[in-house]
């Protein structure tokens, strides 16, 4: 690698692919069913393994030219050594970063949402709320009525 930016255009195609795999996630999240999350999840490990990999090359360049093997140390070579074209590939990839982040909060909401309505469901369904326990363990229901039945003789 002749200088450490080398790369960045990939982990700015990266970090574009996962900012899109985010996007779908949050399409699946909003809907009821969530079938593809799986494909999903196991796509956005093989993006964040893929820049991962990419800026561990960076820092480890960084520090054999006697930077902080860390953002700020790219930050301090771009701004003594990068070309207008590296520093706009770097500024692009803070843009995504963020989106990334954002993106990522926003789903954190949703599937903490998600998991509130399901726990609520299963409590309910295992009858450990007084306000849901609509069937005792016999399957009976355990909803006791006042008065006398409709229909009966």
């Known amino acids: 690698m002749s200088n450490p930016a080398q790369s960045l255009?990939?982990?700015q195609a990266a970090l574009?692919?996962?900012?899109?795999?985010?996007?779908?996630?949050?399409?699946?999240?909003?809907?009821?069913?969530?079938?593809?999350?799986?494909?999903?999840?196991?796509?956005k490990a093989a993006i964040v393994a893929e820049m991962t990999?990419?800026?561990?090359?960076?820092?480890?360049h960084l520090a054999s030219l006697g930077y902080a093997d860390d953002e700020g140390g790219m930050q301090q070579w771009m701004d003594e050594h990068g070309s207008d074209g590296d520093k706009a590939i770097w500024a692009a990839l803070f843009d995504l970063a963020?989106?990334?982040?954002?993106?990522?909060?926003?789903?954190?909401?949703?599937?903490?949402?998600k998991l509130s309505v399901n726990q609520s469901?299963?409590?309910?369904?295992?009858?450990?709320?007084?306000?849901?326990?609509?069937y005792g363990?016999?399957?009976?229901?355990?909803?006791?009525?006042?008065?006398r039945?409709?229909?009966v003789v």
Do not use: Y
Request: no cysteine; glycine share 12%; hydrophobic share 35%.
């Open 98 to 113: 963020q989106d990334a982040k954002e993106l990522n909060r926003l789903n954190g909401i949703l599937i903490g949402k």
């Open 149 to 151: 039945r409709l229909g």
């Open 121 to 134: 469901a299963l409590t309910i369904l295992q009858g450990k709320t007084n306000s849901g326990n609509f």
């Open 16 to 43: 574009a692919r996962l900012v899109e795999k985010l996007r779908q996630e949050q399409a699946l999240l909003s809907e009821t069913a969530s079938e593809g999350m799986t494909d999903l999840i196991g796509e």
């Open 53 to 60: 990999t990419l800026a561990g090359h960076r820092h480890q």
């Open 137 to 147: 363990p016999d399957g009976q229901s355990s909803i006791k009525s006042v008065g």
């Open 9 to 11: 255009a990939q982990e």
